[in-house]
């Protein structure tokens, strides 16, 4: 499956936009939040709060995604769960996305489809509406997906609050996709768990808005990798941050695929990114959220971001065109 | 200018992704609407009416734009405007823009610092604030937008809510932009208001309020030509349209235009897109907004979309992959 033509399928062109629209569409439900959904110039959504949380990210085939590797419904989970991630990293709910897909007039019918059907089961398993979209042609799949979230009368949780003395803490699993790509990078197809791990995240959405409510005074979700994003959390808050490895969790499965291949898994629990586990800070005196677990401290910015209380030497984190 | 690096000059992928991210956003204005900028996991956006309209464009260099016609800032603006006007279509009024940005490695650092340019222009013609965005490498430019609108109090003006004896009316002009894309095609540069019309449309981003204000039924922004959207608000409406060729503008450059290159201007304005001129069905009782003129009326569905009581029978429209 590598969005070449299949002989006898379907392709895009031969259904044509508007039909494609109905495609992937038809006989989707739809929460609640969702006042009115696709069909018209734009969708109308519930914002009880006031206020609306709003974020995009952008997956492009060969750089975010390889169909060889993973399968279009895989894919449609990633776009959505991504977003969503940035979403419930502010402390909010998700209520809705949007999809704009560019493709080639060759894609077959069927990833399309699939591409929507994992994006609706995305969608689903955090009761978000799929509103609406756009789909256009292009060279390549280019998936764009906005999403927007409520705040449920709560200040956002930004990047900036954290505070010498708060606890670092995290939900959510590291290393896991990092894994799955050395693996699938190598030939591999197992184990499964990673390399699923790879092909979708599963972030911990109601950590968020957990977090929030217990009093977080910071947030990301690890998209670059543990260190890159405490990085980005340190630079804005103005803060050091020590992680503790022996507070990490280092999975057995992500030991033995660390000794199958010769590498090391605590490398990947520290800098492998797309997991999008949910980072925060809390003040000391706060009782963690279920779900949560300390793993550091935060100290005074002129510490950076170490480990063990030692710079970490290597590479920490992915950047485009670098 | 035709994306491709040019010597000396900088490429986005020697500034890098979080370098660009700074090029980008630095010293940007933001709307009193934009409660929390670009810069963290997500935004937060004044949504007052506790509903929030939403939409998304995406547009592909090649399909949408080319970089050899129009300025990287041109198409900058243009993929705000279409967004804007999607939203104005609902009777709401645009509050941000968050831009999802795909480009190769070796676009020239210009090229999307202009476009960016462009992109907060439009934004600040219409007063909305470029919130958030994502950018990222891919084969090709492909700028997805998503524009977000409240909507005042007001229900949306859908597209679903014209009546037989409503009146058809139109605010904004119509056939520019294809006499544009027509002069272009043809390897000319002039004249400058056609052409201009084809780089970025100037949607009536208040016609869109003020329509839903005076009482619109159902509203739709022309992006596929007029005859192609009217079609669209008929099935949705379940009605047909009469359009009098009397009541249209055919503006003095359309027929120069036309003239020259012995084409038919009203052509142009029954069927060229991109233009987004707003088309409104109102109660017969309603006096239309100012801005807004009669051209035509709404009928009963088995009438159709006709042009002076007949069918029109050349090619009324633009679907992607056909």
């Known amino acids: 499956m590598d969005g070449s033509p299949t002989p006898g399928g ?31 110039d ?11 949380v709003v974020t995009t990210d952008t997956l492009v085939q060969g750089v975010h995604f ?79 997906i906005t999403a927007l979230g409520d705040l449920g009368g709560r200040p956002p949780v930004t990047r900036s609050g954290a505070r010498p003395g708060d606890v670092l803490a995290l939900c959510g699993r590291l290393g896991w996709a990092a894994a799955g790509l050395a693996v699938l990078g190598r030939g591999f197809r197992s184990p499964v768990g990673v390399v699923n791990a790879q092909r979708y995240p599963e972030p911990p959405y109601a950590a968020g808005p957990q977090a929030a409510i217990a009093g977080a005074t910071s947030m990301i979700d690890v998209s670059d990798g543990l260190l890159a994003d405490l990085g980005h959390l340190a630079r804005a808050s103005g803060v050091g941050f020590d992680v503790r490895t022996e507070l990490l969790t280092v999975a057995p499965k992500l030991v033995d695929v660390g000794t199958a291949l010769g590498a090391d898994p605590l490398h990947w629990v520290l800098t492998g990114g797309e997991d999008h586990a949910l980072a925060a800070t809390f003040p000391s005196t706060v009782d963690l959220p279920q779900g949560w677990t300390r793993i550091g401290a935060t100290l005074m910015p002129e510490s950076g971001v170490t480990v063990d209380g030692a710079p970490y030497e290597r590479e920490t984190g992915w950047e485009h065109w670098r």
Chains 1, 2 share one sequence.
């Open 10 to 40: 379907q392709t895009v062109s031969a259904i044509g936009e508007f039909g494609l629209i109905r495609e992937v569409t038809a006989g989707r439900a739809q929460p609640s939040t969702t006042l009115l959904g696709p069909g018209d």
């Open 66 to 144: 390889r169909l060889d590797w993973s399968s279009p419904g895989n894919v449609g989970r990633k776009a959505v769960a991504v977003n969503l991630a940035d979403i419930c990293a502010m402390g909010a709910v998700a209520t809705s996305v949007v999809v704009g897909l560019a493709c080639p007039p060759e894609t077959p019918l069927s990833v399309v489809t699939e591409l929507f059907d994992g994006i609706a089961a995305e969608a689903e398993r955090a009761r978000v509406g799929v509103v609406g979209g756009d789909m256009v042609s292009g060279k390549e799949i280019v998936i764009s």
């Open 42 to 52: 734009a969708a109308v959504v519930a914002a009880p709060d006031g206020r609306v």
